[in-house]
């Protein structure tokens, strides 16, 4: 399991992390920026302008069941928060190292939810925030382990356990 192979440290308490320290929403191809890809991936029915701008289409919420009518009720979650990759090793990466992982469509990095699911979330882990709907608590904590993972960042001992206590529920 991809949880045992994750480094157990303290959190890095780096001064200097801010959300321009991780450029995102950069083109992907085209005119389509990774918000606009995101939202094309995870919606039913999407349609977009000329401009690669979701246009109509509907979006279901994975962390609260949020059933969504426009682009501008969804938000792009970064499942590991950049704030939370900031203190996790990030803080030492160069800003390629950066913009990679912050436009990442390939490692379960970034989803749509609602909004209030996001904001809600904000730059908590695991051990701090759930997802509403428990049927995904476990698909989030895979996600989770499977984005540290992937960039090799650290985890603290409270989160470590937080996340065997979702596994032990998990079918």
Same mark, same amino acid.
């Given at each position: 399991?991809?949880? %045992? %192979?994750?480094?157990? &440290?303290?959190?890095?308490?780096?001064?200097?992390?801010?959300?321009?320290?991780?450029? +995102?929403?950069?083109?992907? +191809?085209?005119?389509?920026?990774?918000?606009?890809?995101?939202?094309?991936?995870?919606?039913?029915?999407? =349609?977009?302008?000329? *401009?690669?701008? $979701? $246009? %109509?289409?509907?979006?279901?919420?994975?962390?609260?069941?949020?059933?969504?009518?426009?682009?501008?009720? #969804?938000?792009?979650?970064?499942?590991?928060?950049?704030?939370?990759?900031?203190?996790?090793?990030?803080?030492?990466?160069?800003? *390629? *190292?950066? /913009?990679?992982?912050?436009?990442?469509?390939?490692?379960?990095?970034?989803?749509? #939810?609602?909004?209030?699911?996001?904001? =809600?979330?904000?730059?908590?882990?695991?051990?701090?925030?759930?997802?509403?709907?428990?049927?995904?608590?476990?698909?989030? &904590?895979? $996600? /989770?382990?499977? #984005?540290? +993972?992937?960039?090799?960042?650290?985890?603290?001992?409270?989160? +470590?356990?937080?996340?065997?206590?979702?596994?032990?529920?998990? $079918?």
């Amino acid at each position: 399991m991809q949880l %045992s %192979s994750l480094p157990v &440290a303290p959190e890095n308490d780096v001064p200097g992390y801010s959300r321009s320290q991780f450029p +995102h929403w950069i083109i992907q +191809h085209g005119t389509c920026d990774t918000r606009e890809v995101v939202l094309q991936r995870d919606g039913e029915g999407v =349609t977009q302008d000329d *401009q690669c701008r $979701a $246009a %109509s289409g509907s979006w279901l919420s994975a962390y609260d069941g949020t059933g969504l009518d426009a682009a501008s009720k #969804v938000d792009i979650d970064h499942i590991v928060p950049l704030e939370e990759a900031w203190r996790s090793g990030a803080s030492e990466w160069t800003t *390629q *190292q950066r /913009w990679a992982f912050a436009n990442d469509l390939t490692h379960s990095q970034s989803i749509a #939810v609602s909004a209030r699911s996001n904001r =809600t979330k904000g730059d908590k882990d695991p051990e701090n925030w759930q997802p509403d709907l428990d049927s995904y608590h476990c698909t989030y &904590a895979r $996600a /989770w382990i499977s #984005v540290k +993972h992937q960039y090799s960042l650290t985890l603290i001992q409270e989160v +470590h356990d937080a996340l065997v206590g979702v596994f032990n529920t998990c $079918a």
